[in-house]
């Protein structure tokens, strides 16, 4: 991600810590090829620590957005660039490994679908254009808004954020600068400060690393929260291909114990649902059974496999 362009009203960027230059990789176009790529190997294994440093503001946020998401609130992704897309790439995946529907997980670019794949030049300025996108999407009081920016300054960001906390939502701040204007704009910042990056001021690299460990603890932990897994098994995950469907019947049968086969044949009977499977080979119901025990546990396999009988 290319360092977030100067604002309109002319406030320095230089002085942030993920535009200084790192005075360890002055001659990086001088030396060898494995030589760069140790520096930049050398460079991200900070990042796994400085995100390590937020883990508390990070479990803050899990809890309280997975409270709004039982109520049937919403989690939305807003930002530019890197920032954008790693956000629309979290979301895209919680359908699949988390059987969610597509509305429950958002993820907004400035731009729009377009510039996921090419750069909209000018987007990520107009705090305007972020405040439209809460108002067109509808976000009210049960709802979460992340606003992410490497930098905790983008306009397209801190006009959204503040759009939705104007709506009575939970809004979040995710930036790797601390005491960010993202940061003071929401009511739960979480500021990974990564440093200078290898190629000053290139954020998609260490910023960019960081803001994808955030973003998969979030829409993970909150999925763990509300029930998705069964320990540490994906087991609400969403049959659409043959290698899901092979993974969602090694699925049935270790948590069940039943033979490849009848693990199979169950989850064909259950509509393809994983825990509708193993309730239906671990207590002999059939799918109605099977899915209103479900139900009543909260959608939580746990809740059913592991209650005495």
Do not use: W
């Not at 360890?24 to 060898?32: G, K, Q």
């Not at 897309?85 to 699949?96: M, N, W």
């Not at 679908?113 to 090419?118: D, K, S």
């Amino acid at each position: 991600m290319v360092a977030d362009s100067q604002p309109a009203t002319g406030e320095r960027t230089d002085l942030l810590g993920t535009e200084q230059i790192d005075e360890r990789y002055r001659r990086l176009d001088a030396i060898p090829t494995l030589d760069v790529l140790r520096a930049m190997n050398e460079a991200e294994a900070g990042v796994p620590l400085a995100v390590r440093a937020v883990l508390p503001q990070v479990a803050a946020v899990v809890e309280a957005v997975a409270v709004r998401m039982e109520s049937g609130g919403r989690l939305v992704y807003l930002g530019a660039g890197t920032s954008g897309r790693l956000g629309v790439v979290d979301a895209s995946e919680c359908p699949p490994t988390f059987h969610t529907d597509p509305g429950q997980v958002i993820g907004v670019i400035a731009g729009g679908r377009g510039a996921m794949f090419e750069s909209v030049e000018g987007a990520e300025d107009r705090a305007e254009l972020g405040a439209q996108e809460i108002a067109d999407l509808g976000v009210t009081a049960i709802d979460t808004v992340v606003g992410i920016a490497a930098s905790g300054r983008t306009p397209f960001v801190l006009g959204g954020v503040r759009a939705a906390r104007a709506a009575g939502a939970l809004t979040v701040g995710l930036a790797c600068n601390t005491g960010s204007e993202l940061g003071s704009a929401v009511d739960l910042p979480i500021e990974v400060e990564v440093g200078p990056e290898v190629l000053a001021g290139s954020t998609r690299l260490k910023a960019g690393s960081a803001t994808k460990q955030v973003l998969n603890m979030i829409s993970t932990g909150v999925m763990i929260r509300l029930g998705k897994t069964y320990g540490n098994l994906m087991v609400d995950l969403s049959v659409s291909n043959v290698k899901l469907r092979a993974r969602a019947e090694r699925l049935v049968s270790t948590i069940t114990g039943a033979d490849p086969r009848a693990a199979a044949q169950a989850l064909t009977d259950s509509g393809q649902r994983v825990p509708v499977a193993a309730i239906m080979v671990a207590r002999g119901l059939d799918r109605t059974a099977a899915e209103r025990l479900l139900a009543e546990a909260g959608g939580r396999l746990g809740g059913v496999l592991d209650a005495q009988v």
